[in-house]
C-alpha cells in the first residue's frame, strides 16, 4: 500500500523559513515522480512543484519559483520541499503526492490522479 506521510508545517513570520519532508512506503520510491501540491484556504489545488526519479528533472510554479527547492533521497525514500523567504499568501495545506509517470501539473491537478498524502498545514503570519 502507497503511503505518503508529510511532515514539517507550522507556523513561520513572514521571510521565514520552512523544510517540508514526505516519507514514502510501499512502493519503489526510487522510480517513481514526486510532487508538492498545496491548497489555501478557501481556494483550489495549486501545483508547487515536482521531481523526477533521479532528480535530473525539477520544475517550479512561478509562484514560488527562486523561494522553493525541491529535493529527493531515494535512500531515505524521503521528498523535500524547502520554502525560504515566506509569505503570507503560501498559507496552505501541503501536499505529497506520487505517480510511477508524469502528470502535467493541470493534469494532476484537476483530475486529483496518483497517491497523495494528508498533507500539513503551513501558516504564515506575523
Known amino acids: 500500500e502507497v503511503q505518503l506521510v508529510e511532515s514539517g508545517g507550522g507556523l513561520v513570520q513572514p521571510g521565514g523559513s520552512l523544510r517540508l519532508s514526505c516519507a514514502a512506503s510501499?512502493?519503489?520510491?526510487?522510480?517513481?515522480?514526486m510532487y508538492w501540491v498545496r491548497q489555501a484556504p478557501g481556494k483550489g489545488l495549486e501545483w508547487v512543484s515536482h521531481?523526477?526519479?533521479?532528480?535530473?528533472?525539477?520544475a517550479y510554479a512561478d509562484s514560488v519559483k527562486g523561494r522553493f527547492t525541491i529535493s529527493r533521497d531515494n535512500a531515505k525514500n524521503t521528498v523535500y520541499l524547502q520554502m525560504n523567504s515566506l509569505k503570507p499568501e503560501d498559507t496552505a495545506e501541503y501536499y505529497c503526492?506520487?505517480?510511477?509517470?508524469?502528470?502535467?501539473?493541470?493534469?494532476?491537478?484537476?483530475?486529483?490522479?496518483?497517491?497523495w498524502g494528508q498533507g500539513t498545514q503551513v501558516t504564515v503570519s506575523s
Open positions: 521531481i523526477n526519479s533521479d532528480s535530473v528533472i525539477k
Open positions: 510501499g512502493f519503489t520510491f526510487s522510480s517513481y515522480w
Open positions: 503526492v506520487t505517480s510511477p509517470v508524469y502528470y502535467s501539473p493541470a493534469f494532476l491537478v484537476r483530475e486529483k490522479v496518483a497517491y
